[in-house]
């Protein structure tokens, strides 16, 4: 199974990201997306040969977020961008798996995050 280091090593990744509080958002992922992003996304994303963002690497990612935000970063996906072939090749993936994802990859807060956030700003109308 040549898929299983890579499995491992997101694995591991995922665990050492939530442990150091870095992927906030890794409790939005149900069971069914982990596995559809490391079925889909994870074999280009873990390859530093055909220029992806790499998992983990939130500086790059850090900056993406801030440039495109959530929609821009969801838009990629959708509709491709460059080497990544529209729908990240993941065909049984709905708009919430690729949300879902994109917050995970990006670090970008979950909804109920996002929430708090504004009532604390108090940037409620
Ligand atoms: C065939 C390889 C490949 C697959 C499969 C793939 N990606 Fe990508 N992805 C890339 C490459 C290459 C880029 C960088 C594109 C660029 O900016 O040149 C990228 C960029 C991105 C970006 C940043 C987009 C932006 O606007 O900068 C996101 C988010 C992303 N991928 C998510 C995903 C998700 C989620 C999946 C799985 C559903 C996925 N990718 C599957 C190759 C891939």
Redesign the pocket.
Known sequence: MKSWPTVKKISAWLSASVALGCASAYADMTPRQTQ??VQ??V???SNPH????LMGDMQVWGE?AKE?GEE??L???IFG?????P????SS?SEED?RA??RL??NLPTPEKKAQEVVQAGDVK
């Open positions: 559809l992003l889909n996304c074999q280009c994303h055909i220029g992806a963002p993406l495109k821009g970063l838009h990629s996906v961008l460059k080497e990544m072939p729908l990240g090749k993941c993936c690729f994802m994109v990859m990006a």
